[in-house]
């Protein structure tokens, strides 16, 4: 990793370090308009003001796309394709290293370094993408086990269908908000006594609100209508990955989702971190996902073992009096399919991703209690408190709580590949008179 | 309804009198840039060639907006709200009065004439609206009543949520087509024999493709994310209904759906029909719908009796070899839920609706069987053929089958508020390789 020495001030555990580059979309106070950056260290990379000095002028195949630095979301970028992807990322590392083939570009010229560097912490990051649709899957193994076992025993926590195909269901693209963005404690109805033979609901804030720890994969390139992709293709439709946190209204869900699945417990609101880390950053921490002991249809077969990331995954949560922990740890390799895998049964119906389009992971347990990716689960389902601090405690999520992903790449602090954070605090539900 | 006389040649029998007045999106041969129109008689009205042409110059709140005619969609239209639209409406009407207060505008303006007014059958239709997200309901109490007898016997045939919320899954956005496109047989898993206590699945094309006969209502005005719309206020940010068929693969259905309901099943096609019938226009059609003796809590409590609509729904089912039935003959006051109702659940969790966004009713049935909405329940689930012609039947949908939904309201032959049609052809399915 010699060559990833930078001309440039990049801090020892940056996230973003020159082996990532990651892509997002940000404005400024003195510029409000929103447009493609990415983070070098503590510093975003204004790319439409990088192209329109020049930046990439030794770069001809980007030339007649430059107008996609401008816009104000990645979709014009992501569906460039991935080998447009992975030409412009290495052009960027290229610049920053410390013998940059290009000096002139920004290493000797202070005056653009001023005009297109600008600190992360002056910077607004806004969504990424303009998700179209966002399809929630349910991937992770130990969360779908534990919340079997929690609801219907150790014989059947598993539904017979869920090593046959990747589970999924459509989720609310409009409510996709970015990390930072506050969540606001939704109403719904509950069932109070869902032991009860009569069963009727009452109306009630929710008193069961969750976190779920994902990842989120963003399509980059689009398939027509009624023409699948391929398992082994798959990959290359795929732009990158963010943490995703996809916040639950438990009491909501378990009442309202027969026959039809989960709908108003999901759709209030969903966050995802603001920089797209690159399939192609991802690529060197590859490992296999959790063995599948089903004979699974050849369309999902995929070549190679290692199909998932070894990404170092944490949650913290921090109360509204200031107590905080850490609750889990886990790592994105604990899923059963793969994000091709996804895509491959996504599409086998001839259903059309488009760019932009979010693909959810599931949420992301390991097998320890601190290994689970959600309140429902750590606290049993309410059962037992999980501790906080100063005796705080938490069985599901109370106003003015942050909860914090923290997602990362690797050992070697000067290359780390990291999600940076995604953050979302839980603001006190309307009063609506009712 | 004398003041609908029109100097302008309307069919009897139209469904696009001067009483209704729908809105799509239309390209020619020799104009093949969508823009948007209303149709009347057997023409379409070019909004946008009208607008160019001084057609709104009497319309001093529309001046500011005429932009939105030159559209490739609706969107920028439906948010301007029913109280403008209601305005353009009645204009349209106006100008196309026998008795006119606006002459010079159209009709005894020839040249303007041949300009403006398109024949529909040389006019494309295209899709009405970009759709953000688009929501399917479970409202048709019948459907789900004549489901649950077939699948959970009589006595548990409603889930107990059904009378208390509108139940409902979010579908998918990107493959919702403009009526007339047609739709490829899909692949997916299924089981052989669900009865079989080991359930290993089998991979194949969808030998239960299915129709449903909906109805879709479109959003015009958004809510913010966070703000909740009352159920007395959700009509008001209702743009208006289209027919809509959710064409279905019920074999992958059964498999996929537990525990988070359909996804594959429901994502590689549904059709819409191409004029939005505008919620003015419904008016004078509202009825009763079905009573619910739940005791529905007050956010769904909508003031007044008449919620829904009575439209004469048909579905005509024609084969490859020309034999063809009318198989459904139902109506859309078969609901359980309004759409008002339905709005003010979607959004009383916070969950912001977007201009564009559209909502299924979910399949409409009557009591009887000529009255079923789905082959699922004219077949009871493949058991019984549906005669359609000189010995042809049908239990699912084969290659080269066309389905075709008509739906009007009224029984006066010259001031009918009709949808047209809502077609699609099966192609036979991709051949995989697989």
Known sequence: MASLKSWFSIPRGSHFSLANIPFGVISTSSSSTPRVAVAIGDYALDLEAFAANNGFSALSTIQPHQSVFSQPSLNAFAAL??????????????????NTPYPDVLKTNDSL????LIPLKEVKSHLPLKIGDYTDFFAGYHHAYHCGVMFRGEKDAMQPNYKHLPVAYHGRASSVVVSGTPIRRPHGQILENPGAEKKVPIFSQCRKLDFELELGAFVCTPNPRGEPVSVDHAEQNLFGLVMMNDWSARDVQSWEYIPLGPFNSKNFGTSISPWVVLMDALEPFKVKGIENDADVLPYLKQKG???????????????????????????????????????????????NLQSGDLLGSGTISGTSPSERGSMLEQSENGKQAVKIANGEDRTFLQDGDEITFTG????DDEALVGFGHCTGKIEPALDLGL
């Open 113 to 116: 370094q001023k005009q297109v």
């Open 81 to 98: 394709g991935r080998p447009l992807h992975a030409v412009v990322r290495k052009y960027i590392q290229s610049i920053f290293f410390e």
């Open 408 to 411: 990362v790449c690797g050992t």
């Open 305 to 351: 073992d290692a199909t998932v990331y070894d990404i170092q995954l944490q949650v913290d949560l921090k109360t509204q009096t200031g107590n905080s922990a850490t609750i889990t740890k886990t790592n994105g390799r604990h899923l059963l399919w793969s994000y091709p895998q996804m895509l491959a049964h996504h599409t086998i119906t001839g259903c």
